[in-house]
């Protein structure tokens, strides 16, 4: 069994940064693939980034390239996604979810069987 806390969301003006983490407790299996998804009011639950627990390999939604970096201490057992040049359109619940589950490309939310209870992110314009 994985429990995922998310920090670190909060109110922040366009152009802005954050950094969200996330720590988890139970045991992170090499195999996995932790992830970062994010849910604005009356949207679907979107993919922002993954990355994998072993090597370290990710991939990014388009609209978040160049902006967002996901990454993960392993020895800490934490995640985080450092969030730069925010945009109003940033605004939502941000989800970090684990992957215990092998898949070439685990972009959707389906395919993740942990989650933590989510962190507001408003960016204001």
């Known amino acids: 069994q994985v429990q995922l806390v998310e920090s670190g969301g909060g109110l922040v003006q366009a152009g802005g940064s954050l950094r969200l983490s996330c720590a988890a407790s139970?045991?992170?299996?090499?195999?996995?693939?932790m992830g970062w998804f994010r849910q604005a009011p009356g949207k679907e639950r979107e993919f922002v980034a993954f990355?994998?627990?072993?090597?370290?390999?990710?991939n990014y939604a388009d609209s978040v390239k160049g902006r967002f970096t996901i990454s993960r201490d392993n020895a800490k057992n934490t995640m985080y996604l450092q969030m730069n040049s925010l945009k109003p359109e940033d605004t939502a619940v941000y989800y970090c979810?684990?992957?215990?589950?092998?898949?070439?490309?685990?972009?959707?939310?389906?395919?993740?069987?942990?989650w933590g209870q989510g962190t507001q992110v408003t960016v204001s314009s």
């Open positions: 979810a684990a992957n215990s589950v092998p898949v070439l490309l685990p972009t959707n939310p389906g395919l993740y069987n942990y």
């Open positions: 990355i994998s627990w072993r090597v370290g390999a990710t």
């Open positions: 139970g045991r992170i299996f090499s195999s996995y693939v």
